[in-house]
């Protein structure tokens, strides 16, 4: 049977938790704010208070639901929980955008879901989960990044180029510039821009080299044919 502490001491555990959850949500933000990301230090710091706070509703209700007898109150905390990850989907939606085929800010997302779900933790008073969730978080966030850079994988991008209409080159000498580069080709589409005097490839190119867009962006910028160019790399 747990005892009733006094209000005081209820009050400074609330305080300790609020300011936890702060202190945490700030810590993974300011990894996303680092990187340049919409969603930063001062967003994931509000999560993780929101959640707490939330918590601390149901964590605390037998002092604000002073009018029914405690035997009569039948509350479920996890309902609490499920509607905040619910809820939050909303704000993890806004910072997910499609660029053309490209889509960015998944990570992102993610973090702000998973820092909600951390300030739960807080709220309800589970330090050693939530510290160990925080540590697991920004490892996956920056040591990640750095395993992810050198592990071998296919670097993917959308290429647009441009030519005067009468020296445009055919798709089988683009195929094989590209090829020269370290690139393959998919997606292959053409068009005519500018009322008809740009001819304009687009396509998907991917290649394992990584160094291999800087390569190709040189070549191209080399060509006195290519009007214009544009490289997207793909990825959150």
């Excluded at 037998?62 to 990850?85: F, K, N, V, Y």
């Amino acid at each position: 049977m747990q005892t009733a502490l006094p209000l005081a001491a209820e009050e400074i555990i609330i305080v300790i938790r609020l300011i936890a959850s702060v202190v945490i949500g700030g810590m993974i933000g300011f990894e996303r704010t680092f990187h340049g990301r919409p969603a930063g230090f001062r967003t994931h710091a509000l999560v993780c208070l929101a959640s707490a706070l939330l918590m601390l509703v149901t964590v605390y209700q037998d002092l604000w639901m002073t009018h029914l007898p405690l035997d009569a109150i039948r509350t479920d905390p996890t309902r609490m929980a499920q509607g905040i990850m619910t809820g939050i989907g909303f704000l993890g939606a806004g910072v997910i955008f499609k660029e053309g085929l490209t889509v960015r800010g998944l990570t992102t997302a993610a973090s702000i879901w998973i820092t909600a779900a951390i300030g739960i933790l807080i709220g309800i008073g589970f330090y050693f989960a939530a510290a160990l969730g925080t540590v697991m978080v920004l490892a996956i966030l920056s040591l990640f990044r750095w395993i992810e850079d050198k592990l071998p994988s296919e670097h993917y991008a959308h290429l647009v180029i441009g030519f005067p209409r009468a020296k445009a080159i055919d798709e089988t000498r683009l195929r094989a510039m590209i090829a020269d580069k370290g690139f393959s080709v998919a997606n292959l589409s053409s068009r005519l821009t500018d009322r008809g005097e740009t001819f304009e490839y687009r396509m998907m190119i991917k290649s394992r080299g990584r160094n291999a867009i800087d390569a190709l962006s040189q070549h191209l910028r080399a060509q006195p044919d290519v009007t214009e160019f544009r490289i997207s790399p793909t990825g959150d």
